[in-house]
């Protein structure tokens, strides 16, 4: 099985192209293979890169741990930029069918390569019942919650797939490799949840790490990003063009008055191979 290894802002995840591929076995159990660090090619998760009879591509993604997840601003990004690249749909303004819907890319090319993404996110869903939580509130905004011995002040969104942003006084290691575990598996969050810790730096830049649903402490999220910036307006500390520095780069996110949120972050290939096995 032939694939390629990309990353954004840090985000690396193994693509494969089925468009020319259909036949992987157990994807679940394929992603969780190649997804090992030590034993596999190494990467968040697993991208599938496939036909889509509504749009440019369809992008289908399993997290490092085998579940599937709905999406991902970073894994979105690289999708277009091996589109692109490899001839699958030469343009740049693309669209990508992915589990929140149809996504509109306009994509920046240097030397007939995509550098840099420009992503319409859609708007973000703000009913708990849909985010989905069950805390109060459409969204749930600086809520309180005990978890692990800590108090916390929560605001749950969704972005296609659901987060819960704290802000912090500083981001440590211990927010997010002790806290983001519980937060992810706790009741309150029937399909888990994406855990963002998010230090404000000044009205249009921040600091955030994240513990990711499925695959643990990730470089880079973008979905994260977004709804850290919206749950920001929503709490009155942040403007609606926000820097975003994460582990492994910077992320600019709006939030449009009209509704929609914008992330531009770049897309890198790092090297293709061939895995030995189809599952």
Not at 153 to 164: D, F, R, Y
Not at 193 to 221: D, H, K
């Amino acid at each position: 099985m032939k694939f390629t290894k990309m990353q954004g802002a840090g985000n690396d995840y193994v693509y494969v192209n089925c468009f020319e591929q259909v036949e992987l076995g157990d994807v679940s159990e394929l992603a969780k293979a190649i997804s090992d660090r030590h034993f596999g090619v190494g990467g968040d998760g697993l991208v599938l890169i496939c036909p889509s009879e509504r749009a440019d591509a369809r992008m289908v993604m399993y997290n490092a741990d085998g579940s599937e997840a709905e999406m991902c601003g970073n894994a979105v990004r690289c999708v277009a930029k091996l589109v692109y690249d490899h001839g699958i749909a030469a343009k740049e303004e693309l669209t990508i069918e992915t589990g929140r819907g149809v996504l509109d890319l306009q994509c920046s090319v240097s030397d007939g390569k995509v550098d840099r993404v420009r992503v319409n996110m859609d708007e973000p869903i703000l009913v708990s019942s849909e985010i989905p939580t069950t805390l109060a509130g459409d969204p749930p905004v600086n809520v309180p919650f005990e978890v692990g011995g800590r108090s916390l002040e929560i605001t749950c969104v969704s972005m296609g797939n659901p987060h819960a942003v704290t802000f912090v006084d500083e981001v440590n290691d211990d927010w997010v490799l002790n806290i983001g575990p519980q937060v992810e598996v706790h009741e309150a969050f029937p399909r888990k949840i994406n855990a963002e810790f998010t230090q404000v730096v000044s009205r249009s830049e921040v600091i955030m790490r994240v513990w990711e649903r499925g695959s643990g402490e990730t470089l880079a999220c973008g979905t994260g990003a977004c709804a850290s910036v919206v749950a920001g307006v929503l709490t009155g500390l942040l403007d609606r063009k926000v820097l975003v520095r994460l582990t492994g780069g910077n992320l600019e996110i709006e939030w449009a008055e009209s509704g929609e949120v914008y992330m531009t972050g770049p897309a890198a290939e790092v090297f293709s191979g061939e895995w030995p096995t189809l599952g």
